[in-house]
């Protein structure tokens, strides 16, 4: 079993429309998560620490769920600037927020049309 | 504040060849991570350094790849002798401390023909 599990998609959808993508990691010892955002060719871009109590910021909306190792983000109305794609991303190291070697899953691409 | 730069930004070798990859963290930050990410795959963990010491290496080949971060200058990522499966983008992150949020350079993209 993989570190990291993300659906790849790609997931294309309209303008405005409310997108989920979901992830799954196999260490029950993984302490920190967070979600990064890369644009085609360019490097990885820190978008929100995941929280075990959830989170949100503006449009972004990120779960975890610990007992089935599971985490999830929320992206409503949706924006054209969204596409990119999403990496679920998992350390070991202890601490909300706190980052040392990161696990990367392959990603999730979203395509937003007009 | 200039943010991580690595360079070059795009390194052609023959196989066999050797290739030098360089990474100037942000300013103030002496914690340095290495990454390679193959072609539709995720980021994968190479090595964590601090200022003199490589602190994990865990994600090295043991053969062909070592890296350093010097008491001046930036860090090195060097591999020797290249293969055509060491073509790959290769990311260097940096952070302030240890657990801190790291962020990443725009990244070098190796081709080995």
């Known amino acids: 079993r993989k570190e990291v599990e993300q659906d790849p998609g790609p997931f294309n959808v309209p303008e405005g429309a409310t997108v989920a993508f979901n992830c799954t990691y196999s260490n029950s010892a993984s302490q920190s998560f967070f979600w990064y955002r890369q644009d085609c060719r360019k490097e990885p871009k820190l978008l929100m620490s995941?929280?075990?109590s959830g989170n949100e910021d503006g449009r972004f909306t990120a779960q975890l769920n610990r007992a089935s190792q599971y985490i999830s983000l929320l992206i409503r109305d949706s924006k054209l600037s969204d596409s990119a794609t999403y990496l679920c991303v998992v350390n070991m190291r202890p601490g909300p927020g706190s980052q040392g070697n990161l696990i990367f899953g392959k990603g999730t691409k979203l395509s937003v049309k007009p | 504040n200039a943010g991580v730069m690595q360079n070059p930004r795009h390194l052609v070798r023959r196989r066999g060849q050797e290739a030098r990859l360089r990474c100037s963290p942000m300013?103030?930050?002496?914690?340095v991570y290495w990454y390679r990410q193959l072609p539709e795959e995720g980021l994968k963990f190479m090595v964590y350094l601090q200022k003199e010491n490589i602190i994990d290496e865990s994600g090295m080949p043991k053969e062909r790849f070592s890296a350093e971060f010097p008491k001046e200058g930036p860090s090195i990522l060097r591999i020797q002798q290249v293969v055509r499966g060491d073509s790959a983008a290769y990311f260097c992150?940096?952070?302030?401390?240890?657990?801190?949020?790291?962020?990443f350079g725009p990244g070098t993209r190796l081709t080995v023909l």
């Open positions: 995941v929280y075990s």
């Open positions: 300013k103030g930050h002496s914690h």
């Open positions: 992150a940096s952070s302030p401390f240890e657990g801190g949020e790291q962020f």
